[in-house]
């Protein structure tokens, strides 16, 4: 399972988090996405070698970065309830909200996600149970919340903007869409420190809004796409998503009812791989292609919706 998951989470670190950095805002974070290899490089590498000090120390680099990226998410909501989106309101154009959007909340879970993952990341390195947890859980933590913090939140936020502008009988679903998976990826958190069956009703949550996702990226964006390469991708992260979120409800229910469920090293292998490589990736590389031939707007910004 170590391999597997080491695999996983270096295809976050190194690609997925700062392709998804382009898409949230390519003019104010240029420089994030440009420069994130290099903290990326030394966390993946400190996966590969043994728990110890070269290890918690590289951890402990990269985990500054994760940080530093979270550090932005106060500032694009207080932006967001002046009216503004991220990088302001160029022209002069009066507010239009001063509550921050489903897409604005979305993506702001994004850009903290990673933070945790560090953290987890430099306690499973040092060897720490950190807050009693295991060091096994500890390791899961990390891909967790690159997929189903980071990405899961950041295409969440896409699709309910996307979704809105381009079919607005869907925008209760697609504000369902951008609230539910922060807010499930935040009861999951909780449920660590509470019980199984909280962590149970955060599974749920998420669940129901990946689904979401998955639905309007079927119905409402795949049918949009320029080429039948970006239509794939978009259909396969909405299939994917089907299979690997109920595999994570069955994961949830057996651990807190008993009943027989996928191991942890099943889960990595299936739910984990699955969401990794049939979700995040097409879903990034997808995103990417629809967003490549236009030049970067307030949209592009993922300022906040009315």
Do not use: Q
Not at 68 to 81: C, E, G, K, M, Q
Not at 186 to 209: I, M, P, R, S
Not at 262 to 269: I, N, Q
Request: charged share 10%; hydrophobic share 55%.
């Amino acid at each position: 399972m170590t391999v597997l998951v080491n695999l996983i989470v270096t295809l976050g670190m190194l690609y997925v988090v700062p392709a998804g950095l382009r898409l949230i805002d390519p003019v104010g974070l240029r420089t994030a996405a440009r420069l994130w290899p290099v903290p990326a490089a030394l966390g993946a590498l400190c996966l590969w070698l043994p728990r110890g000090v070269p290890a918690t120390a590289l951890a402990a680099l990269y985990a500054a970065a994760t940080l530093a990226l979270a550090a932005r998410a106060p500032a694009r909501l207080s932006a967001a309830r002046r009216g503004k989106g991220a990088c302001g309101n160029p022209g002069g154009a009066p507010p239009r909200t001063a509550v921050p959007g489903p897409a604005e909340i979305a993506v702001c879970t994004a850009l903290v996600s990673p933070s945790i993952a560090g953290t987890a990341l430099v306690a499973e390195r040092a060897g720490y149970r950190l807050f009693g947890f295991d060091l096994d859980i500890l390791a899961l933590t990390v891909p967790h919340f690159h997929f189903a913090g980071f990405t899961a939140a950041l295409v969440a936020g896409l699709v309910c903007r996307a979704a809105t502008a381009t079919a607005p009988g869907t925008a209760a679903l697609s504000r369902w869409a951008a609230y539910s998976v922060p807010g499930g990826t935040l009861l999951v958190l909780l449920g660590y420190f509470v019980d199984d069956w909280a962590e149970l009703a955060g599974a749920v949550v998420l669940t129901t809004g990946m689904w979401a996702v998955a639905l309007l990226t079927w119905r409402d964006i795949r049918p949009g796409a320029r080429d039948r390469t970006t239509g794939a991708l978009l259909g396969t992260s909405a299939a994917v998503l089907v299979a690997t979120m109920l595999l994570a409800l069955w994961w949830a229910a057996g651990e807190a009812t008993g009943i027989i469920h996928p191991t942890l090293t099943w889960m990595a292998a299936t739910h984990g791989l699955g969401n990794a490589l049939g979700f995040a990736l097409c879903s990034v590389l997808a995103w990417r292609r629809l967003t490549a031939d236009r030049p970067p707007t307030d949209v592009d910004r993922m300022e906040t919706t009315p």
